[in-house]
């Protein structure tokens, strides 16, 4: 069920504008956006530059929290059809011994499995066919955006077509989803903290003839001769990457002839493959300060860039657009301030700050190529996981600012800021996954027996954030309008790991807050309309 938006923006609130918003690039996440934005009732403009789809793929997977993610853009039944699940991630050193070892689950906590190969012009493929038949939605190809203009009450952008022709366009707010090249990022002129961690790598995309099996899905070989990536992408895709070594040149590298000799030790030749691509790129690691300047926002890779080696670049992009859509339309309605978007920066750059150094100190496992400084990494990472069998992934990044339920002296409260897990439900409809039978956008979740204590202003304040309110029951239990059944007992437990009666869930899926007793989840309620009227605290700066 795509999350939705009982509330519009009430009339004479704003100005006459050609959209409610103007995104900026129209990749996945900006495509992601887009549909959010209009399955809430927004006017959604999204100006492409290119005038036509990109064929070549660039992300080749994500997660299962990113999974989920997608899915609430109505796309999950099409997700299946175009990923594949990975198996595993490891890294060998040059003599074939495992140095890292992570299993994935075909089922995940979040309802997905742990990780997903994709080739990204299906995706995108999958997410423009979602937003043309969105009411609102409206994507233009072929418009590169050349101006920006903030106004009292809206924004202009001027967009010139492939023949120089300009236009203007007209929102309340901007989003620029447009890339590591970000004009909305230069326009604003956003300091830009860099770590200056990158290194050169050919990345090689191919097709193959026939299909074969690679256990695990993803390696890393730590070979200082030469490392090298080895990952799915998507249903009879797959890509390899090799570092440019010291003293190689670059030119060299960037050969076609080059990419077929270092393919053919895996069995891809011409005989077996379509080479689709293979071309040198530097990976970054950086992030803009700022993700909002009045009401132009950053989001994706005009906002960061990271380092590939945890596969978190466009999951961190989708992350972004998530965490800003609900916070857009609550102010597009009227329910909360435009301070509320400062939360947005607040949140997502720390966790981004969080991905970019976990994903450097990867990168400086991964990339060397001194055999001594080698041999010794092996040898300390064998010693450190000797008789260890596969370890599973880490679970979903938390929030730890922001909006959630907090503490006097300001801490979030355990389990605020965790991401909730998805489990299975039966409802009067059927069973399925929890976003599908209950419904996305803000949850009240309640233990069985639990007293709401829900009068009738609070009501009509859940009623205006189109709130879910939902009794969890056993799974034997017999559901009802508003209660579940808990196949497998994933929430009844996660309710008894927390001691809580009352779980308020963001549309994010990040928990705003837990409470148990009488009043639970009412308090609950009254702390978050509190917060919304007043907006959380100002950002504070990311540490660097």
């Known amino acids: 069920m795509p999350e939705t938006s009982p509330h519009k923006q009430p009339a004479g609130a704003g100005p006459e504008t050609d959209a409610d918003v103007i995104v900026v690039g129209n990749g996945p996440v900006g495509a992601t956006l887009g549909i959010l934005l209009a399955q809430r009732g927004r006017r959604t403009l999204v100006l492409e530059r290119r005038g036509r789809p990109y064929t070549l793929p660039r ?12 899915a609430g853009c109505g796309t999950g039944p099409g997700l299946g059809r175009i990923t594949e699940p990975a198996t595993g991630y490891q890294w060998h050193s040059a003599d ?30 999958l997410l423009a066919s979602r937003a043309a038949g ?3 939605s409206t994507v233009v190809r072929g418009r590169q955006v050349v101006g920006i203009e903030e106004q009292d009450d809206r924004v202009v952008v001027t967009a010139e077509d492939e023949d120089g022709a300009a236009r203007t366009y007209t929102a309340r707010w901007v989003v620029g989803c447009d890339g590591a090249n970000s004009f909305v990022r230069d326009h604003l002129e956003v300091p830009v903290t ?22 695990p899905t993803n390696v890393q070989i730590c070979d200082p001769a030469r490392p090298t990536t080895l990952v799915g992408s998507g249903p009879g895709h797959r890509r390899w990457e090799f570092m440019r070594l010291p003293g190689e040149r670059a030119a060299d590298l960037n050969r ?48 960061h860039l990271m380092p590939p080696f945890a596969g978190q670049g466009m999951c961190s992009g989708i992350r972004d657009v998530v965490n800003l859509v609900w916070k857009l339309d609550l102010v597009a309605g009227g329910l909360a301030p435009e301070s509320l978007l400062d939360t947005y920066t607040e949140e ?75 489990g299975r439900v039966r409802g ?22 639990a007293d709401a204590g829900l009068d009738a202003e609070r009501s009509a304040f859940l009623a205006d954030l189109g709130t879910h309110v939902v009794t969890l029951l056993p ?33 994010d899926y990040h928990v705003y807050g837990a409470a148990s007793g009488l009043g639970a989840a009412a308090a609950l309620v009254d702390d978050l309309r509190a917060r919304l009227s007043s907006s959380a605290k100002a950002p504070t700066n990311c540490p660097t």
């Open 96 to 125: 074939g011994e495992v140095l890292l070892d992570i299993a994935f689950r075909a089922e995940g906590p979040y309802g997905w499995p742990d990780a997903s190969t994709v080739h990204q012009p299906a995706l995108e493929e």
């Open 475 to 507: 799974e034997d239990g017999t559901p009802q309008v508003m209660s579940v059944a808990d196949v497998g007992g994933v929430y009844r437990a996660f309710l008894a790991r927390h001691g809580a009666d009352a779980v308020l869930i963001r549309p």
């Open 348 to 422: 997502r750059r720390a966790q981004v700050h969080r991905s970019i150094l976990s994903s450097v100190q990867l990168g400086r496992v991964i990339c060397v190529t001194d055999p001594s400084a080698a041999a010794e990494r092996d040898s300390t990472v064998l010693a450190g996981r000797r008789g260890r069998g596969p370890a599973l992934p880490d679970p979903a990044s938390p929030l730890r600012e922001g909006l959630l339920h907090r503490r006097a002296d300001g801490s979030p409260l355990s389990p605020a800021g965790e991401v909730v897990p998805q």
């Open 194 to 215: 860099d770590l200056g961690f990158s290194y050169e790598w050919l990345l090689c995309d191919v097709r193959l003839h026939e299909p074969r099996e690679f256990v």
């Open 256 to 303: 076609e002839e080059t990419a077929w000799r270092l393919l053919a030790p895996y069995g891809v030749t011409p005989d077996t493959a379509t080479l689709l691509r293979s071309t040198t790129y530097i990976f970054q690691s950086r992030w803009a300060e700022r993700w909002r300047a009045g009401r132009v926002l950053l989001a994706g890779d005009a906002a």
């Open 59 to 70: 992300a080749t997977s994500f997660d299962g929290e990113t999974a989920r993610l997608l």
């Open 134 to 136: 969105l009411p609102g």
């Open 428 to 449: 009067p409809g059927g069973t399925g996954l929890f976003d599908d039978v209950v419904g996305r956008g803000f949850v009240l979740m309640l233990a069985e027996g």
